[in-house]
């Protein structure tokens, strides 16, 4: 079936070009300007929307009718127009999508690992594009190489929030972000900072122990995030809200991209973005949700409004890019990680979560907390884990050692510690706290590296502090927090951060007035610099 005979047949408009990838690099808007996105290789994708279907991809007039007249798998997708809108129905899902506003995107990855877009239009109707498979997922990443591996030259990288390893798979998994804010300092024209913050996210499994160094050390950053060992174990499903222009995301000033993410063995595919602004956002659920035993759906919701964008995909469209690993030799068929894969394991929960990014030293230390949020509200987190085979709950529903929590949920890498890499508190504060086994004083980062330090582990303390999940329920909330944070309408969502003193000029100028000779050069021009 041709793609322009499916749509007349069920008077679709295509508009392929106004309706591409959401990805972060470059922000596009739509008929509406409400849903945005961006496209890697724009020509190809419009092209291939235009003139060729997925071959797994059918649309029908009627959801009553089968796609490819069977039995609807999920590899097939249905379009049915109806007065306000459409319905879009993914495989045997009985439950269609209603898409009734221009506000609506939602993007299904089928079988072959060709996509269909769906978006409501100004028109009446919906936009429907079909992608290639080629065009779906980001090419493969290139391999490392000096002088910083894996640190692609950001000064400071860091990824930080709470996680934990239930003991059956994860069925459902929801959570609900409330007055999400953007960080304080996002750069000045000659810094730039990136911040993203994650609704619900999963991974297959924690790493095993014998891939791990003991001290969570690794002195190159892409011994760690660049070995093809720990592809599966690095593949991630995600709801995003991103901020800033660094780290490929380009996201106008006060403003939030929406959308969802997976990435597989270091390829990634989108859904279709909603940008939006800090002021419009209330509460914003987010939800993981395993439709059928192959089928996953992510999604993301404004509460309140019509803005919705989701992701659905199949295991089968997975499997393809773990068997192009397998088949180029990077992912042994008889390993243990690809026997998760190939389960459908998804059992290492994130939440709450965050990634930030800075790209060049700022001008003053007391930026360094301004990039943390004051107070990241999640509330309504639930998580639904598989039954046993005998229908029963699994119990405890979390490896005793592997519980929520901090202490295994960092990674900090960058310019900043050498192209390092740390996944362990006490290792990085060891090595670049104040006084640290490998903070030269005689560096001019020295000081920019404690106060990186002193942040975060007051960051970590804070967010232990105001956990509360009933693992009885299965449901709780989160705050990431600073520790001794103050309650005042005068910051944002209500709370304002501690002054970290090590972040703070005056505390560098009387070190430097304090420390043994020789006195470090760098505090010569420390009361201008720093």
């Not at 509460?303 to 992701?311: K, P, R, V, Y």
């Not at 088949?327 to 690809?338: H, R, W």
């Not at 001019?444 to 956990?467: F, H, Q, T």
Request: hydrophobic share 35%; glycine share 8%; charged share 20%.
């Amino acid at each position: 079936m041709k793609l322009s005979t499916a749509a007349a047949a069920i008077n679709i408009n295509i508009i392929s070009s106004t309706l591409v990838h959401a990805s972060a690099s470059s922000v596009r808007s739509m008929q509406a300007s409400i849903l945005t996105g961006k496209s890697r290789k724009d020509a190809k994708t419009s092209k291939s929307a235009k003139t060729k279907a997925a071959k797994n991809m059918s649309y029908s007039s009627s959801l009553e009718q089968p796609c490819n007249g069977g039995t609807p798998n999920a590899g097939t997708t249905c379009v049915k127009q109806t007065a306000n809108g459409c319905e879009l129905q993914v495989g045997p899902d009985p439950f269609p999508t209603k898409i009734d506003s221009q506000q609506q995107g939602h993007v299904v990855i089928t079988n072959d690992g060709s996509s269909v877009e769906v978006s409501g239009s100004i028109y009446g109707g919906c936009n429907v594009a079909a992608v290639q498979y080629k065009d779906t997922f980001d090419p493969p990443p290139g391999n490392c190489s000096p002088p910083n591996p894996g640190t692609s030259g950001a000064w400071m990288r860091l990824w930080f929030g709470a996680v934990g390893v239930s003991n059956s798979n994860i069925k459902s998994f929801n959570a609900t972000i409330v007055d999400p804010i953007i960080p304080d300092f996002m750069g000045d024209g000659s810094v730039s900072v990136s911040y993203r913050q994650w609704g619900v996210a999963a991974q297959p499994a924690a790493l095993p122990e014998d891939f791990t160094t003991e001290d969570g050390y690794y002195e190159e950053a892409c011994k760690f995030e660049g070995n093809t060992s720990f592809g599966v174990y690095n593949s991630v499903f995600q709801t995003v809200l991103a901020a800033g222009n660094a780290d490929d995301i380009a996201a106008p000033p006060g403003q939030f991209m929406l959308n969802e993410e997976i990435e597989i063995f270091g390829r990634n595919a989108w859904g279709l973005g909603t940008l939006l602004s800090q002021e419009s956002l209330g509460k914003v659920f987010f939800s993981m949700e395993r439709e059928t035993t192959d089928l996953w759906r992510l999604t993301s919701r404004v509460l309140g409004t019509s803005i919705e964008t989701s992701l659905t995909f199949s295991q089968d469209s997975l499997m393809l890019i773990f068997d192009e690993a397998a088949m180029n030799g990077d992912l042994p068929k008889n390993s243990t990680a690809y026997k998760l894969a190939d389960e459908n394991v998804w059992k290492w929960v994130f939440v709450p979560y965050m990634k930030k990014e800075i790209n060049e030293v700022p001008k003053r230390l007391a930026d360094i907390p301004r990039t943390f949020v004051n107070i990241s509200k999640y509330e309504d987190v639930h998580i639904e884990l598989e039954p046993d085979k005998d229908g029963n709950p699994v119990t405890p529903p979390f490896n005793t050692t592997q519980k929520l929590g901090y202490d295994d949920g960092m990674e900090i890498t960058g310019e900043l510690f050498g192209g390092a890499l740390y996944l362990n508190f006490t290792t990085l504060h060891a090595d670049y706290g104040l006084g640290g086994n490998r903070n030269d004083v005689a560096d001019s980062l020295y000081p920019w590296r404690v106060c990186v330090v002193e942040s975060l582990l007051a960051y970590k303390r804070g967010s232990e502090n105001s956990m509360d999940f009933n693992y009885d329920t299965m449901s709780g909330s989160f705050n990431m927090t600073f520790e001794n944070s103050t309650e005042s309408s005068a910051c944002a969502s209500g709370v304002c951060a501690p002054t970290i003193q090590t972040c703070t000029t005056a505390y560098w100028v009387e070190w430097c007035l304090s420390v043994s000779a020789p006195t470090p050069e760098w505090c010569m021009s420390a009361a201008d610099t720093l």
